[in-house]
């Protein structure tokens, strides 16, 4: 067998582990498995890949170990040291990394070849430029909001929608120049810049409320970007994986966006977010609060037990002790199970992940759409750090966020809040949860208060 066969075989098993891996992600009781079949078939691309460029003479095995055990050690410091709240800047700085190495290899085709070979390889060079350096730039900007590094709310200006459009006008009537009649130093680097400046312009007026939308179309962009990448360079294997990647980030968008009951050219242009948009006023509404020793006498004796993770919870990382909590209420014999909101965190799965750390049981976690109808049923809904998911005036056709689907946790026998205060989600509107007669708000750090709980509910 000669190497070229070697070469395809291996790269027919990395597809095939490409695929096999991402079906394995769709659930959160497989998704480890398949994130370590998708990282094994990366391997093996990258092996082959750089093992034949060392046979042609081009590269040294000495540099292709020492960027393996580099790469290694980076990747396996991040994964340690992150913390869970930073997961979703980490997926973001991710996306723009992809994106940024797409826009490289086609920038470093344009220049090994002096130019464009043909057409074909102009297009696909263009486009690899065009949508890798757009993910590279608006993933730093999604990473910034995230952080904290920039105001989480949408960044409006006058004339914004007419400016992104003459850039994106712009980009394609210059990369159409430069593949009709051959392109110049000066028109690729311009042509890079106007990519570059829309990234940031396209993510910029999106607020923090729609970031899990953002974060999944980024990661479309990027798997888009390396499956330009690979016709590029000719790579096959490339062209799989980043479609795979390019088509379930759409899938997974689309989702987002029919969770919020909301369009994609809605969540990208409308400005969704900003603070105090239609604020309802508080006046002098009651608001009935209790302490852990009340609170945790309410799960004691309850029968049914609901909680509603948020990215409260993320923040605090409280998620091991809200496990414990749980497991003291069942050891009681109480029905505990979580519903969890496709839209809750600031990434999608966000609380999915958030739990599996805690090695909560995955039968025990509900769709929205699962558990909505038995809320009227349960005797106690507790909500950890969510706002905007509970919120019951989404039912209310004059409100910013009508029609998003909620978690229907005001329809409980009793609804207990875990909040720091009264402060709005990012919506930037009010929550007429919390005045409701059988809500009762636990104020506090979601950590301080689920430790006191669990130890009221040691002893109740």
């Not at 130093?185 to 007026?205: E, K, M, N, Y």
Request: hydrophobic letters at 50%; a negative charge.
């Amino acid at each position: 067998m000669n190497l070229s066969i070697l070469m395809e075989l291996a790269y027919l098993i990395s597809a095939v582990l490409f695929v096999f891996g991402l079906k394995r992600m769709g659930s959160p009781a497989t998704a480890v498995r398949g994130n370590q079949l998708a990282s094994l078939a990366m391997l093996i691309a990258i092996v082959t890949t750089l093992s034949d460029q060392a046979l042609q003479g081009r590269i040294t095995w000495g540099v292709i170990a020492g960027g393996l055990v580099l790469g290694s050690v980076i990747g396996a410091f991040a994964a340690r040291t992150v913390k869970m709240t930073s997961m979703p800047e980490m997926v973001g700085i991710f996306n723009g990394l992809g994106g940024g190495a797409s826009a490289i290899v086609a920038l470093a085709e344009y220049f090994r070849a002096g130019g464009f070979e043909s057409s074909g390889a102009a297009v696909s060079i263009m486009i690899g430029i065009l949508i890798g350096t757009v993910t590279l730039s608006g993933s730093y900007i999604a990473f910034a909001k995230l952080s904290g590094q920039m105001t989480g709310n949408p960044i409006l200006f006058p004339g914004q929608k007419i400016l992104n459009a003459g850039l994106f006008l712009a980009a394609l009537v210059l990369g159409g120049m430069m593949v009709a009649n051959g392109p110049t130093l000066q028109l690729v680097l311009i042509f890079t810049g106007i990519a570059f400046f829309l990234g940031i312009l396209l993510v910029i007026p999106i607020g923090g409320a729609d970031m899990p939308v953002v974060i999944s179309l980024l990661n479309s962009y990027s798997g888009l970007a390396a499956a330009a990448a690979g016709f590029v360079i000719g790579n096959n294997l490339l062209i799989i994986a980043g479609s795979l990647v390019g088509a379930a980030g759409l899938i997974l968008t689309n989702l987002m966006c029919k969770a919020m009951n909301r369009s994609l050219a809605n969540v990208m242009f409308a400005g969704f977010g900003t603070e105090g948009a239609g604020a309802v006023e508080i006046g002098d509404r009651t608001v009935r609060s209790a302490d852990a020793e009340q609170v945790a006498l309410m799960l004691a004796y309850a029968q049914s037990v609901v909680f509603v993770p948020g990215y409260g919870l993320a923040v605090a990382q409280a998620q091991h002790d809200l496990k414990k909590v749980a497991g003291l209420l069942e050891e009681r014999g109480v029905d505990v199970k979580y519903a969890i909101h496709p839209v809750a965190g600031r990434m999608p799965g966000h609380m999915n992940v958030l739990l599996a750390e805690a090695d909560v049981p995955y039968p025990q976690l509900y769709d929205l759409d699962e558990i909505n109808d038995d809320f009227p049923t349960v005797d106690v809904a507790v909500v950890v750090g969510a706002n905007d998911v509970v919120n019951p005036l989404a039912r209310d056709p004059k409100s910013v966020i009508a029609g998003m689907p909620i978690l229907d946790v005001d329809k409980a026998r009793t609804c207990i809040v875990m909040k720091r205060s009264l402060s709005p989600g990012f919506a930037g509107i009010d929550n007429p949860l919390f005045y409701n007669e059988n809500t009762t708000m636990f104020f506090g750090n979601a950590k301080e208060s689920m430790v006191d709980l669990a130890k009221e509910v040691r002893e109740a």
